[in-house]
């Protein structure tokens, strides 16, 4: 069910673009109760100039390696769970990646159920 876009700067590796995907569904399978084989992603490379973000936002100091990850997901997660999540992906991704916590950047859009289609024109889970 979720839709992820992961976005960032161009330049790094194939290898760290999947290792990315990787965590942030191993997340999402951890903490949200998302269902194995529920793997959909857009990972995106943008120049620069073209992925704009506020350095100091919130008191936050990001960098160049900023990452943009957004989800579209059923609605439903507590807000514990979300927390979990977040901190998850965070945590993922610096460990196996040495992303700074700082420069991760996730919001999650939450839609009803009705709005899926995954093929066939049939609404999924109405």
Not at 59 to 64: H, Q, V, Y
Request: with cysteine; glycine share 8%.
């Amino acid at each position: 069910m979720p839709l992820v876009r992961i976005d960032l700067l161009r330049g790094k590796p194939a290898e760290y673009r999947r290792r990315a995907g990787e965590v942030i569904y191993e997340a999402m399978r951890s903490t949200i109760n998302v269902p194995e084989s529920d793997h959909f992603q857009i990972l995106t490379e943008h120049e620069p100039g073209d992925l704009v973000f506020s350095p100091d936002y919130v008191g936050i100091r990001r960098t160049d390696d900023c990452i943009f990850i957004q989800i579209v997901l059923n609605e439903g997660r507590t807000l514990d769970q979300k927390r979990a999540f977040y901190q998850a992906i965070a945590d993922g991704l610096h460990e196996r990646l040495g992303l700074r916590r700082e420069d991760v950047f996730i919001v999650l859009v939450e839609v009803k159920k009705e709005n899926w289609s995954f093929g066939n024109g049939e609404a999924t889970y109405a």
